[in-house]
């Protein structure tokens, strides 16, 4: 069973709307800090927003602040990116990942990593 599993992508319009969702399950160290990475194939690793601490302390990619915000539903142990305004140039793969905190800098060694979910931007 993965230790981590996103859902929600898609095909969308510019300007449109998509909600990601990442599953942590229990396996996943509970002082572990999250990130939502994506990825276009042949370019590096971008680090859409991630957790620096356990306290709501997080990193946010400037191109993306004000039109993506994320959310968490503890019942259900899931991590919500909700992407507002999307543009042709947010077209990537996009993944979830696990670390410990005091690595948050170490984008290509965080410790788990799910499979990701593609979303498609077009004109």
């Known amino acids: 069973q993965p230790k981590l599993e996103e859902s929600g992508g898609g095909s969308v319009q510019a300007g449109g709307s998509l909600r990601l969702s990442c599953v942590v399950s229990?396996?996943?160290?509970?002082?572990?800090?999250l990130a939502w990475i994506r990825q276009v194939l042949g370019r590096a690793r971008e680090g859409l927003t991630i957790q620096l601490d356990t306290n709501g302390t997080a990193y946010w990619l400037d191109s993306v602040k004000g039109r993506f915000t994320t959310s968490l539903d503890s019942a259900r142990n899931t991590w919500f990116l909700q992407m507002n305004n999307l543009q042709p140039e947010d077209s990537a793969l996009y993944s979830c990942?696990?670390?410990?905190?005091?690595?948050?800098?170490?984008?290509?060694?965080?410790?788990?990593w799910g499979r990701g979910t593609q979303v498609t931007v077009s004109e």
């Open positions: 990942a696990a670390y410990p905190c005091q690595n948050y800098r170490k984008i290509d060694h965080y410790r788990f």
């Open positions: 229990e396996a996943v160290p509970r002082d572990y800090c």
